[in-house]
């Protein structure tokens, strides 16, 4: 079981920036996958990043070139940079974790607001 805690949403700006944070409960050294989702009002969630362990980053192309994501094994965390944000990327934004078996975890979620 892992439990994930996420952090650093809030409102901003258009092109602005926030970092979003998601700890984990236990060493990422046993977690396959660190990704990023998020959900619109009305809409399906949807992927935004993943990191696999040793890979490259997965971006949706709607943030491709505007969010970064990285994760620290010795703080066991994700992390997800986002600038340049627009409204359309208002959403609840959700931490996941595949682990080496294949199970997947989620958080609890934070919201995230863009506007003027």
């Known amino acids: 079981q892992v439990q994930l805690v996420e952090s650093g949403g809030g409102l901003v700006q258009p092109g602005g920036s926030l970092r979003l944070s998601c700890a984990a409960s236990r060493s990422t050294f046993s977690i396959y996958i660190m990704g990023w989702y998020r959900q619109a009002p009305g809409k399906q969630r949807e992927l935004v990043a993943t990191l696999a362990s040793g890979g490259r980053p997965n971006y949706a192309d709607s943030v491709k070139g505007r969010f970064t994501i990285s994760r620290d094994n010795a703080k066991n965390t994700v992390y997800l940079q986002m600038n340049s944000l627009k409204p359309e990327d208002t959403a609840v934004y959700y931490c996941?974790?595949?682990?080496?078996?294949?199970?997947?975890?989620w958080g609890q979620g934070t919201q995230v607001t863009v506007s003027s």
């Open positions: 996941t974790v595949v682990s080496w078996g294949g199970d997947d975890y």
